[in-house]
C-alpha cells in the first residue's frame, strides 16, 4: 500500500500544480520519489492513543475535556483528566456532576481503563473538576527522617473541589496491591475573596536542618502545606495541620501557585511575579528570591513551569520559567543563573509568540505555555538533554487554521529547548490542516514505561469553550517526537461527540431567582432591561417573563424572577456559554454601576414542560394583574399522582374560580425530577388571588377530589411555596 506523509503530499501537490509536470527531470524525480514513498516506515506514525468518550471494559464513561497530567509508574501509564467546559460536568448525567478521573494504560496499544473516579470515592460528596496534579513520588525516609529498609514509591491524586462558600483539597494514594485509591481531605476551608483551591504542584523535599523529607503541596491561594510518610495510615501520607506558607497572620497568597522545585539543594516555589526559596528548620519560612514587580492576571498565573537544568555557564543549577502574566502574554522562556553568592542573575531565552510567529508565518496574538514543568528527554544521538514545553496562542487572519469558533491554533505546538539554548517548533501530529485532529494543546509529556520507545502527549485547553470529550493522548517514537525522523499523520480519526437523547429534547424551561444586595435592586432591573434581555435573544435565549415580588420583607422584595426557554438542555449550555463570553455583556459586566448587584448565586432551575401545560393554558385577555408562582415537593411515588389531578380537575377548577394557568413544569434534574412540580397562574389582582384561592378551596368538587386523590397518602410532603409577583413593564408576559 502506497503511504505518502502530508508535508510530501503537499510537495507532491505544488509540483504538479506549478506547470512543470512535462518536463524529464520532474518525471524522473517523481517516479523515484513514489518508489520510495511506497516504502514508507509505518512505524514512525503518530498514533491517537486516548480519544475521549467511551465505556471502558468496566462500563465506566471515560472523558475529559482535558488530559492534565500523565505519569509513568510501576511499568503503567496513568492520566488526570478534567471536565472544564464539559456537558457531563455541566448537565450532570447521573444526578451528579461527572468529577475528574484518572485512566491507567497497562501495554503501549491498549485501551485507557478508568482506574479512579474522583467523584465517587472521596466519601463526602464532593465532586472535582479537574485532576489538578498527579505525581509518582518517591519517600526514603520515615516521619523521623530514619532512613527506609528501602525507598517508597507512591502514586499521589491531588484535586480541588469548591462547594456553596468553601473549597477542599483532597489527595488519593493508589494501593498498587489491590488496584484501589485511599482518600484524604488534605485540607478544607472558606472561598470568600475569591480564594480557589487549585493544588497544582508537588515536590518530595528533605529539610536540610531537620532531616525530615516531607511532601510539600501546593494548595492554591491558601499556600503550600506538607506531609510526610507514615505507613501505618491508609493512605500513608500523614499531612501537616499547619500550612509552611503563609503563616496565618498573613492569609492566603494573591494568585495560584503554580510550580515546584528543587535546584541548589533548595526548595523554591513560584506564585504570581515571584519566586520563593524555603529557609529550612522545625518551622520553615520562605524569602522571596525574584520579584518581576509586573501585574499579573490571576487567571493566566505569572511564574509557569519552574524546572531545574545544569547550570550552562559554571557550577551548579540553573532554573527555566515561562513568564506569562496576561492576556497579551507572550509567554518569555526566562533563566535564573546562580550567581555565586546565593543569588541568581535572570536571563531572557526564547519568546513563544515569536516562535510561533516564525513556525506558522502568521500574526499571533497571545501564547500561553508550560502548563506544567518542561519536561526533560534524552536526546537519543547526542546523549544530552532536551526540555520540551508545550504552548498555544491565538493568531490572526487565517481561520482555518483555528479551532472552530475561536481564534486559537487548532494543532498541538511543543517547543524543544537544546542544552545551547537554541528552540526549534515542532506539532503533536505534524502540521495542523483542516479535516485533522483538533488537539489545541500539549499539556503533558512522558517516555513510554513499556520499553516501545515512544512518547506519550496529552492535552487540550478548553480556554472557556465548549470541549465535550475533547481530551486526548497521543503518541509518537521518540525520534518522531524529536524531529529527527518524519512521521506519519495518525490514522485514527476523533470520534464525534454527540449529547445525550435526553439533552437535545426539547424545548426546555429555565426559572431563575436573583437576590439583590440592598441599594442595588433598581441596578439589577435597569442592566435587563437596557442589556440583558437584549443579549439573551441575540443567544437563542427567550424570555418568557420578568417580575419582581408583591409581598415579603425589604429582603424578599429584592429578589428578581424570570423565566427563559431553550430549544434543548444541551442548547441552554450553549446558549448560557456564548451569553457569559460576549464581549458587550463583559463590558457590561465591568460597568461600575452594575458590579456587585447580586448577594449570592442565582437560583438557576431546568424545566420540563408537563403534558397538560399547552392544554390548560389560559389566554391572559389584557394586561395587568399579578403571577403566582408555586412549587410542590411530593411524597416519595405521588408526583405521578398529583399530575394527574392537576390533568383531569386542578387546572379546571383554577379557570373556574378565576385564575388563569400560564404553564406547569417539572425540574429537569434529579432527585427534584422525581418530587416536584412548578406551575405559574394568574390573578386580576393581589386581593383578588385571596378572593380565588377562598372560593377554590370552598368548592365542594375539589374538596371531593382532593379527599378522594389522596386516600393511599398525602402528596406533599410539606407545605407548598408561592411568591406574589407583578410583571416589569419590559416583560414578554404580563
Known amino acids: 500500500m502506497l503511504m505518502l506523509s502530508t508535508d510530501r503530499m503537499k510537495r507532491t501537490e505544488m509540483m504538479l500544480i506549478s506547470g512543470y509536470t512535462t518536463t524529464r527531470p520532474l518525471i524522473a524525480s517523481l517516479i523515484f520519489f513514489l518508489a520510495t514513498a511506497a516504502f514508507a516506515d509505518e512505524s514512525a506514525r503518530w498514533t491517537l492513543s486516548y480519544d475521549a468518550g467511551y465505556r471502558d471494559d468496566h462500563g465506566a464513561y471515560a472523558g475529559g475535556s482535558e488530559i492534565m497530567h500523565i505519569a509513568s509508574h510501576h511499568r503503567k501509564l496513568f492520566a488526570a483528566n478534567g471536565y472544564w467546559m464539559d456537558a457531563r460536568w455541566v448537565i450532570p448525567p447521573d444526578a451528579e456532576k461527572q468529577s475528574a478521573q484518572v485512566l491507567r494504560l497497562d501495554s503501549s496499544n491498549g485501551t485507557w481503563q478508568v482506574d479512579l473516579e474522583m467523584g465517587k470515592t472521596n466519601g463526602y460528596g464532593l465532586r472535582y473538576m479537574k485532576g489538578n496534579i498527579l505525581k509518582s513520588v518517591t519517600f526514603t525516609r520515615d516521619a523521623n527522617g530514619k532512613l527506609l529498609r528501602e525507598p517508597v514509591n507512591l502514586l499521589v491524586m491531588a484535586a480541588g473541589a469548591t462547594f456553596e462558600r468553601g473549597g477542599a483539597i483532597s489527595a488519593w494514594v493508589r494501593d498498587d496491591e489491590k488496584g484501589t485509591w485511599k ?10 475573596g475569591g480564594v480557589r483551591w487549585v493544588p497544582r504542584d508537588m515536590e518530595v523535599y528533605r529539610d536540610s536542618v531537620t532531616g525530615v523529607e516531607r511532601l510539600i503541596l501546593l494548595l492554591g491561594n491558601p499556600g503550600i502545606v506538607s506531609g510526610v510518610y507514615d505507613p501505618k495510615l491508609p493512605g500513608k501520607i500523614r499531612w501537616e495541620t499547619i500550612l509552611e506558607y503563609p503563616f496565618p497572620e498573613v492569609g492566603s497568597v494573591k494568585t495560584r501557585p503554580l510550580g515546584i522545585v528543587q535546584a541548589n539543594n533548595s526548595l523554591m516555589f513560584s506564585v504570581d511575579d515571584a519566586i520563593f526559596r524555603r529557609n529550612d528548620g522545625p518551622r520553615p519560612s520562605y524569602s522571596e528570591l525574584l520579584r518581576l514587580s509586573e501585574y499579573v492576571d490571576t487567571d493566566i498565573g505569572g511564574i509557569r513551569g519552574l524546572t531545574t537544568i545544569k547550570n550552562p555557564n559554571g557550577p551548579g543549577e540553573s532554573i527555566l520559567f515561562l513568564w506569562a502574566p496576561g492576556g497579551r502574554s507572550t509567554s518569555q522562556v526566562k533563566r535564573l543563573d546562580p550567581d555565586g553568592k546565593g543569588g541568581y542573575t535572570i536571563h531572557d531565552e526564547a519568546s513563544m509568540m515569536d516562535l510561533m510567529s516564525k513556525h506558522l508565518d502568521a500574526k499571533v496574538t497571545y501564547t500561553l505555555g508550560a502548563h506544567n514543568m518542561m519536561y526533560p528527554l534524552k536526546h537519543p544521538k547526542t546523549g544530552e538533554l532536551v526540555h520540551l514545553i508545550g504552548f498555544q496562542g491565538n493568531i490572526q487572519g487565517n481561520q482555518r487554521l483555528c479551532w472552530p469558533g475561536s481564534r486559537l491554533y487548532g494543532g498541538a505546538l511543543y517547543a524543544i529547548r537544546r542544552a545551547d539554548q537554541t528552540y526549534s517548533v515542532h506539532e503533536v501530529n505534524n502540521a495542523f490542516a483542516p479535516g485533522k485532529l483538533t488537539l489545541v494543546s500539549p499539556r503533558a509529556f512522558c517516555l513510554s514505561p513499556f520499553g516501545d520507545n515512544q512518547l506519550f502527549v496529552g492535552g487540550h485547553d478548553s480556554s472557556n469553550r465548549i470541549s465535550d470529550d475533547m481530551a486526548w493522548i497521543c503518541k509518537a517514537p521518540v525520534e518522531v517526537a524529536l524531529g529527527l525522523k518524519e512521521g506519519l499523520d495518525a490514522a485514527k480519526k476523533r470520534r464525534q461527540s454527540v449529547p445525550e437523547e435526553r439533552l437535545r429534547q426539547g424545548p426546555i424551561y429555565e426559572l431563575r431567582i436573583y437576590k439583590a444586595n440592598e441599594r442595588r435592586f433598581q441596578h439589577l432591573i435597569t442592566r435587563f432591561r437596557k442589556y440583558t434581555d437584549r443579549i439573551f435573544a441575540k443567544h437563542n435565549m427567550k424570555a418568557v417573563g420578568y417580575w419582581t415580588p408583591t409581598d415579603g420583607t425589604p429582603r424578599q422584595k429584592r429578589r428578581f424572577v424570570y423565566v427563559l426557554k431553550h430549544a434543548s438542555r444541551y442548547a441552554a449550555y450553549t446558549n448560557w456559554t456564548h451569553f457569559t463570553h460576549d464581549r458587550e455583556w463583559q ?35 389584557k394586561p395587568g394583574g399579578i403571577f403566582e408562582l408555586r412549587t410542590y415537593t411530593c411524597n416519595p411515588g405521588k408526583l405521578p399522582a398529583l399530575n394527574s389531578r392537576f390533568r383531569d380537575h386542578t387546572t379546571d377548577l383554577f379557570n373556574k374560580h378565576g385564575m388563569k394557568n400560564v404553564g406547569y413544569w417539572t425540574p429537569f434534574e434529579k432527585p427534584e425530577s422525581d418530587n416536584t412540580l412548578i406551575y405559574l397562574i394568574h390573578h386580576q389582582s393581589r386581593q383578588q388571588a385571596d ?16 379527599k378522594e386523590s389522596q386516600r393511599d397518602g398525602k402528596f406533599l410532603a410539606k407545605k407548598p411555596e408561592r411568591i406574589y409577583l407583578k410583571p416589569l413593564e419590559f416583560s414578554p408576559l404580563k
Not at 482518600?183 to 470568600?192: D, E, K, L, P, Q
Open 183 to 192: 482518600h484524604t481531605i488534605v485540607r478544607h476551608g472558606s472561598s470568600a
Open 587 to 621: 463590558r457590561v459586566l465591568d460597568t461600575p454601576e452594575f458590579r456587585g448587584l447580586l448577594s449570592q448565586k442565582p437560583t438557576s432551575i431546568f424545566m420540563t414542560e408537563n403534558d397538560y401545560s399547552s392544554s390548560a393554558h389560559n389566554a391572559i385577555e
Open 691 to 706: 378572593v380565588n384561592w377562598k372560593s377554590f378551596q370552598s368548592d365542594p368538587v375539589w374538596q371531593k377530589v382532593a
